[in-house]
């Protein structure tokens, strides 16, 4: 059993819970509000190769490229994006 401080109260409760034993409060309110802002970012998200430091130098300096041209299109995207929603005004 691991005592956890209660963020609404500041005393000390059984973490196993799902509200504060003093003040009701729900202890994991902050990791369920985690997960969502998580699961929203995951969503939105715009998937980029990873670099590994184990990788080679050519892997490397091609993933650097690709990520650069990737950053280049979604500039480009948003600029035409951004000047479609100005004309239609």
Known sequence: MKA????????WTDGDK???A?????LHQT?????KIEAGRQFRSFPV??????????RRGAIHVLRFFQL????FIS???AIA????H
Do not use: K, N
Not at 49 to 58: F, G, K, L, Q, V
Not at 72 to 75: G, L
């Open 18 to 20: 799902e509200c504060c």
């Open 79 to 81: 600029l035409i994006g």
């Open 22 to 26: 003093y003040c009701r409060y729900d």
């Open 4 to 11: 956890i401080r209660c963020p609404q109260c500041a005393l």
């Open 85 to 88: 929603s100005s004309t239609v």
């Open 31 to 35: 990791e369920q509000q985690a997960a």
């Open 49 to 58: 190769p990873e670099i590994h430091p184990d990788d080679p130098y050519w």
């Open 72 to 75: 280049i299109f979604t500039a």
